[in-house]
């Protein structure tokens, strides 16, 4: 009988429909975790957090409150003070200002002369931490005072979802990247209009989407038909399109998607820096190394065609590394061995921490210190603040910085 019923409804009407039963309960949930508006907020930070987030004594937050200068942090019952992200912008400009001698080291946004970095984090294996890499590094960057931009490439818009936006109710037609790069100039829209403000201060999002696919299928007719030249051409377009939005931001972070199309090849080349994650073990490894292989390959036809291709630094990060599992171990090492210094020198534990952040939709940065045993989360961090605070060091190197 369940058979006779099961052909009653063609498969792709059951795929619809169990998409649409699935996305439902997503929308559910989410309201259920952040009501009553459905949009989630960042946590507030301890003096504690501020005094080492700005690199200054606890001491001098204090005075600096008690004066009544640069912001007025919440009083909480116990007389503990704590503090917004914008309070605490507010305080590295402060700071900056006042002690000029360490204003690049307190307020580190790039200068007059700094150009905009741009980091593809990229890899076409899945579980290989793209986007949980993405997110706690545009954290990261928030929350050491950049100005960040987080684009989300891929289709399927975890990176989206990570900053509580669920594409198929939140993202509408021509409000990702796509709107931007297409190639119908009637629909075409600036950059700016599909950039979304976030709850981070100072970090910026354009959402993904299905929408993206439509660049894949429409570029090599775009080419056929000669509507891909100078700057309009498939690779050139994301580049383009970041040209308007340069005053604006620091970093920009581009979450690539799992496979090699125009839109990874778009973001390769806009790139400064280029990220590649890799899960240590063996055929993470083996996947990693044909899409090196097709990557190399497809630069040299972008190259050919008259793309100029110079990074800045292109980084493998280990991601979801056990220390203590031998194979892995010995996986690292290879990597290190035939890689030397483009293995970053930290790598990203496997840790449940993570794991239970992104189940609520957050990064470890987000999480309320109780909400996991303290020992769990600080192992997590410090982890995680190692790799991103390389990849930091290596954008303050580009700048000229000491």
Known sequence: MLLAAEHDETSSEKIARHSDLLSRQLQSLREKMYPPEAQKKLKTFSSREVAGLLGVAESSLRQLS???????????????????????NELRRYLAEKRPADALRLDPRRRHGDKMQVLAVANFKGGS???TTTVHLAHY?????????????DPQASLSAMFGYQPEFDVDENQTLYAAIRYDDDERVPLSHVIRKTYFDGLDLVPGNLELMEYEHETPQAIAQGLSRGDGMF??????VLKEVEDDYDVVLIDAPPQLGYLTLGALYAATGIVITVHPAMLDVSSMNQFLSMTSELLAVIEEAGGSLSHDFVRYLLTRHTPHDVPQVNVAALLRGLFGEDVLAASIVETTAIANAGLEKKSLYEV???????DTLNRALESVDA??????????QVWGRP
């Not at 008690?66 to 605490?88: K, M, S």
């Not at 790799?387 to 303050?396: G, P, S």
């Open 141 to 153: 960057l928030g929350l050491q005072g950049l100005r960040v931009l987080a684009i989300d490439l």
């Open 235 to 240: 690779f050139r377009r994301m580049a383009t």
């Open 387 to 396: 790799a991103n605070a390389e990849i930091f060091q290596m954008l303050k």
């Open 368 to 374: 309320e210190r109780g909400n996991m045993t303290r």
């Open 66 to 88: 008690l004066n009544g200068e640069a912001v007025i942090p919440e009083r909480l019952d116990n007389g503990r003070r704590i503090y917004t992200l914008p309070q605490i």
């Open 129 to 131: 931490a793209k986007t």
